[in-house]
């Protein structure tokens, strides 16, 4: 028997080479051209970030790449989440390379360098709500620690003592007042972390008894009674008062596995969510059970809210029956605020309302009262500055279709202010400006009482025109305060009083820089320029960029934005790459609605397809990729839409007389990547293809993908249609694969990409398949994004041809 077993491996291994299944490449980490090397390289533009009281201004520079030391750090990756053996602090985490301040109106004020403390990772900047005083964190190898700087001179100093925990509450404060706050702390001589049992000590068993439970196929979870331990110990955290003035700090009377803090009202009251046992090793932490509970200032127990069971056995699309999404007042009401599901948390049962706002007020010793009933799905609650009001928004995600109420916090019901489709771009009416409270709170800013702020891109046929709106709450009358000319491409970002507005301003030649604009009733007046950034990568001014629309077979509106390499000369045909993301519609006029403009100043990201102008290759990103028709089927039509639109692109960019449509090649990374993937099994269209960080295999992912809600048994030719790895041997033209080690979205774990290089190498196909060491969905350390610019390159010359080849 042992000599049969034997002859079979032997001669399985003989077979290998017959399938072209190749030996592993070793090539260590590559460098793109020099072009692109240069690129990569250049400096960061800074962020802008405004202080709540409007009159100061950090220049914030952050790391544009991880480094690898960075990436091969001891990491924990447990209930969906990733962290700092050592300290807590989240994996991948920016690190703050330098911090200047100045006067925001005041562009030839000094600069305030501000020193940061020397080694380790500097983090987490955030302003107090009066904006006298700034917050950094450090990671060091003693741990991690907080930081308090004063605005005025840009001194930091350490609050003694305190380790923040960052591990399910990162960057969670809860303001008292502007100079006194609450936060998670790692409690005191908490001792050793749990050491996992030389020998297993008891199988490990999960059961289900009857009760359908469809879970997404998530990343990272618990698999033993070793990780809940771990887990447990890392997520207990204290909470911990802090005063910014003295830099005291005193351990409050709760310990616990917190979620959120937040104050309410004027700081008198703490709302705390807590994790409780027992754990889940099919779901992350935000779906273990919660506790919510009402505390005083001073963290001592007043009452609890609600449990929150875990949140297994709910449907697809469906939520949970009791109390969920709680909200602290902000205002002085000091009441708490949660929904819960009028349909018993099911999307398919037939009923006047779905869910309703309930309110709980002091001194909580009664019921809660109801506030509002809502025909559709809660999405969000949004409190007003003036106190009485607040922005209350549905979804029906039957028709993918959103609406926004007028709530009165006392008295009167709602009343709509608008709606729209949930993809709408040309009549979105844009989101609130919003302001800090001196509690810390986020409140919709109003304007002479009845009045709220909308900034939105303003997206039309010819590119973005971004607006600020003044909108009447009493008759939804609306008056444009600004809209960005053609050129320069504007934002606006701050309205300092009803005469001066802040915008972020910028053009194909310049990088975004803060302005200040007059406002008067004749348009607008003087502009004058606040900051003064530099354009730290001028060899992109060269790249030609140009908007390009036009329809598919069926009418569809499609758009692809053409980028042409420097040395592009009228006439050329270049191989060319299409770089798209498939995205679903229940409108076709929606589908067909443009993104973007071409007078935005051109920033690429490492990883980006876009840096392949620079090795000559003409690019089309964001090329539209609309699979349109009803939300609960349309994924039936999703092989013959994506044809359709790449038929669609290809002919476009014949005409156009940029492209050979013989060495075109198609691309994307996550679904983009299964989108291409599909493409070429199904259609001959392109010559070679790259997918990165994709998912091939939907029997993988059986409880629903993207925007698809049926599961693998309710639609398993569809997913069976979907999955490229199951038409493999279709696949003939050559394919780059490029996943990330320690990819932690959900459904696309590096298996993915594994699994389809063997059927691919299997069957006799061309493929390549890269695997980059200790990086997630997306790509951080500048050795990685190098690579992938150097695979994605060398990949297209081999298979399309160089393009400046003689």
Known sequence: MLMLARSLLLAAAALLPTIGLAAPVHTGYQQPSPAVRELLDAAPLPRYLISPDKQHLALLEQRRYSSLEELARPTLKLAGLRFDAATGVPAGTPQIQRLRLRALLNPEAPERNVELPAGG??????????????????????????????????????????RPSEVLAPGELAWLNAHELVLATIPDRRGAAPAAPRVPNAPVVQESLGRASPERSYADLLKSPHDEALFEFHARATLTWVDLHSLQSRDLPATAMFTSISSVGEGQYLLTERITRPFSYTLTYDDFPTVVELRGRDGKLLREIAKVPMRNGIAIDAVQAGPRVFYASPNKDAAIYWVEALDGGNPNARVAFRDRVMRLDPPFTGEAMEVQRMPHRFTRLRFLDDGQHALLTEEDRQRAWTRTYLLPLRGTQSRPLFEHSVRERYRHPGTPLMRTLPNGHQVVQTLGGDNILLQGQGATPRGDRPFLDRYSLRDGGVQRLFQSADAPYEQPLLLLDPQHLVTLRESPSEPPNLWLRELNASGYGAAQALTRSKDPTPQLRKVKRELVSFKRADGVELS?????????????????????????FSDAAIAGQVSGSANRYLSVAGSSPLLLVLDGFVVLQDATMPIVGDLKTVNDGFLEQITMNARAIIDKAEELGVSDPKRMAVGGNSYGAFMAANLLAHTDLFKAGIARSGAYNRTLTPFGFQSERRSLWEAKELYLKL????????????????????????????????????????????????????????????????????EMSQWLKTYLGDPRAP
């Open 560 to 584: 692809f934005w053409m980028y042409l390499p420097p040395d592009y000369k009228e006439g050329e045909r270049r191989p060319t790459l299409v770089w798209a993301y498939p995205l679903e």
């Open 723 to 790: 999955s490229p790895f199951m038409y493999a041997p279709q696949i003939k033209e050559p394919l780059l694969l490029i996943h990330g080690e320690a990819d932690n979205n959900v459904g696309t774990q590096p298996m993915q990409s594994e699994r389809l290089y063997l059927a691919l190498a299997g069957t006799g196909g061309t493929v390549r398949y890269v695997l980059l060491p200790g990086e997630a969905h997306g790509y951080s350390a500048r050795e990685s994004v190098g690579h992938v610019q150097w």
């Open 121 to 162: 990772l500097i983090h987490s900047f955030s302003w107090a709500p009066d904006g006298q005083r700034f917050l950094i964190e450090r990671r060091s190898d003693a741990g991690n620690e907080l930081w308090v700087g004063e605005t005025a001179s840009g001194r930091l100093r350490q609050v003694p003592g305190l």
